[in-house]
C-alpha cells in the first residue's frame, strides 16, 4: 500500500487556470483539481476513461453536441476516446479517476 496526503501536493497548472494534484497507482491516476471561474480546458480525448465528480462549484462540460452541468455530487463517466471540452462555470472542486493511469500527468 502507498499513502498519500493531497495537502502536502504542489498542483501543476496544467491548462490556464486549470490546477492540478494527481496521485498515481500502476493503472489509475487520480486527479484533486482546483478550476478557476471561466477556465476551458480545449475540446480532447484520450484513450483513458475518465470519472468526473464535482465536490465544489458548477463545471459545464460538453461532448457530441450534448452539454452538461455538474454540481456538488454530479458524477459523469467519459468513455474512452470520446471527445469532450470542460468549463468552469464558477470556480469548482473536481476529483477526477483515470483508467489506465495518465502517464502525461507524472
Known amino acids: 500500500m502507498e499513502y498519500t496526503d ?3 501536493l504542489v498542483p501543476k497548472e496544467v491548462v490556464k487556470g486549470v490546477h492540478g494534484k494527481f496521485v498515481h497507482s500502476p493503472h489509475m491516476t487520480m486527479a484533486w483539481w482546483l478550476i478557476e471561474k471561466g477556465a476551458q480546458l480545449p475540446d480532447h480525448s484520450h484513450e483513458h476513461e475518465q470519472v468526473v465528480n464535482v465536490i465544489e462549484g458548477t463545471l459545464e462540460i460538453s461532448s457530441g453536441g450534448k452539454k452538461w452541468t455538474l454540481g456538488p455530487g454530479s458524477v459523469l463517466v467519459i468513455p474512452s476516446g470520446v471527445p469532450h471540452l470542460a468549463r468552469g462555470v464558477t470556480e469548482c472542486r473536481v ?6 493511469a495518465r502517464e502525461d500527468y507524472k
Not at 476529483?95 to 489506465?100: E, L, T
Open 6 to 8: 493531497t495537502n502536502s
Open 95 to 100: 476529483i477526477d479517476a483515470f483508467c489506465p
